[in-house]
């Protein structure tokens, strides 16, 4: 019994040393990665506090969202009525340009950073970028220590990841952990590719690095999926790469250009893609071409799906973005897209993003109304107005039982496509509507307050 014991002991003994020795070591990526991290503190006068309280006047108890982590408000030494709020950051040079996140330093009248070995810097905010939630700052230093910048593009799912920041304002916090997704599009955000992690990010950790395991910054930790505002084993970051990038054009421009196609897209269902006849559901569908823009000039239409945007892949129609957005105003886009069934490419000069879009919004029709009862629907024409507003179309008025209301059609939509044929008013929808076929799912293009999308409409 005893030699059984030794033995099964010694078995232990041998099977945790290979287990620890297959884990990574990180001492020696911190001991040289931490002098270049830096905690941020910033400042908001009583006069300017008003947008900063709305950010933290938030419910306790609200639903799951994405929010970004501001750091915990803390009172200021210099009265109650100032704020403070800790983040992090990471120097990328040695004369003091700094990476961090918009939302750790946005509105802020001071900014303050802290260094490895306790010297406190006040920073100016060179830049700052909303859309990709990225801000740089320059402190008046020489010969700092600067963090090692890896290739984003070349990180793999599963691989190893570290951070280092100021959870709570723990300064130099270390967590680690694995890369769960890359190209990760979250709400209101189309222009980054989030990498997906499992590190333990917190309020604090915003703007800090995320590093392989050969001590390059791959990623700067931005975002987390929480229920009640702490971690929760879902974390984001952006890819640096996608960072570097717009921190040159915030040090060289003062602003950010991004590539602009000019359309609106929805994803691919299967449904969708049977409808279309592809073979399998991926790609960037567009609902709508915009007037005036680069995909107008191109010919491309309601209705295409585009595949790939210079040789890459689009798998989902959040891809596109990611694609367009990283190419500069004049550069060339060519593009896979499929029209009718039949694929084609496409050349698009690219244009610059405008400062806004507009949308215009659906409005119900005067009663001049045909009714189809083989889909289940009541519609009307445009008046003058709407048709001037809206272009093609007609308006729903009323849904009955049968394929529209399963289709999900709804009244006041907006149709103004279906299998491909533009209806232009009543008379278009009756005939088309007529020559459907059974069984099988055909595109429909709706226009829902002021959104635009294709649904699958089926004859059984």
């Not at 100032?82 to 330093?105: A, M, P, Q, W």
């Not at 802290?114 to 406190?120: A, P, Q, T």
């Not at 059609?409 to 209806?423: A, K, N, P």
Request: charged residues 25%; without cysteine; neutral net charge.
């Amino acid at each position: 019994m005893n030699k059984a014991i030794r033995w099964i002991v010694g078995f232990l003994v041998i099977f945790s040393s290979a287990v620890r020795a297959d884990l990574p070591d990180f001492r020696d990526l911190v001991k040289d990665a931490s002098p270049a991290v830096v905690n941020i503190s910033t400042v908001q006068h009583p006069g300017n506090a008003n947008r900063y309280s709305q950010q933290y006047g938030l419910p306790d108890e609200m639903p799951e969202i994405f929010r970004h982590f501001f750091g915990a408000p803390m009172p200021s030494p210099r009265g109650k009525q100032d704020r403070e709020s800790l983040g992090s950051g990471f120097i990328i040079s040695k004369d003091g340009y700094i990476l961090t996140n918009n939302h750790v330093v946005q509105d802020a009248d001071e900014i303050v950073v802290r260094l490895n070995d306790r010297r406190e810097l006040e920073a100016t905010l060179v830049g700052a970028d909303p859309s990709s939630d990225l801000a740089v700052l320059k402190v008046d230093a020489k010969n700092l220590p600067t963090v090692r910048l890896g290739n984003s593009d070349k990180l793999d799912v599963g691989e190893w990841v570290v951070a280092i920041g100021s959870p709570f304002g723990f300064d130099y916090s270390v967590t680690a952990g694995i890369v769960s997704a890359k190209g990760r599009s979250l709400p209101n955000e189309n222009y980054v590719p989030f990498i997906q992690t499992d590190v333990a990010i917190n309020p604090g950790n915003s703007g800090g690095p995320l590093f392989n395991l050969d001590g390059e910054v791959v990623g700067i930790n931005s975002q987390i999926y929480t229920r009640s505002g702490g971690f929760m084993g879902v974390s984001f970051a952006i890819p640096i790469n996608v960072a570097l990038d717009v921190a040159d054009q915030l040090k060289s421009k003062g602003k950010v250009t991004r590539g602009w196609l000019g359309v609106v897209i929805q994803e691919v269902s299967k449904d969708l893609a049977d409808s279309f006849g592809l073979d399998r559901a991926a790609g960037a569908l567009i609902v709508q071409v915009l007037e005036n823009s680069p995909a107008e000039a191109a010919g491309l239409v309601s209705g295409d799906i585009i595949t790939r945007v210079n040789g890459h892949d689009i798998y989902l129609s959040s891809d596109l973005p990611h694609r367009i957005g990283r190419l500069g105003a004049g550069d060339t886009a060519k593009l896979d897209v499929v029209r009718g069934g039949k694929k084609k490419k496409i050349e698009v000069e690219i244009g610059a993003m405008p400062d806004s879009d507009g949308n215009v919004l659906a409005r119900n029709a005067e009663p001049e109304q045909s009714q189809s009862n083989r889909i289940g629907v009541l519609v009307a024409e445009l008046t003058d107005r709407q048709r001037k507003d809206m272009g093609n179309g007609v308006i729903v008025k009323e849904v009955r039982r049968g394929p529209a209301a399963n289709a999900g059609v709804v009244r006041g939509d907006l149709i103004t496509m279906i299998g491909g044929e533009i209806i232009r008013g009543v008379d278009d929808f009756d005939r088309i509507i007529a020559a459907l076929p059974e069984k099988r799912n055909v595109p429909m293009r709706i226009v829902r307050r002021g959104q635009a999308s294709f649904i699958p409409l089926r004859i059984d």
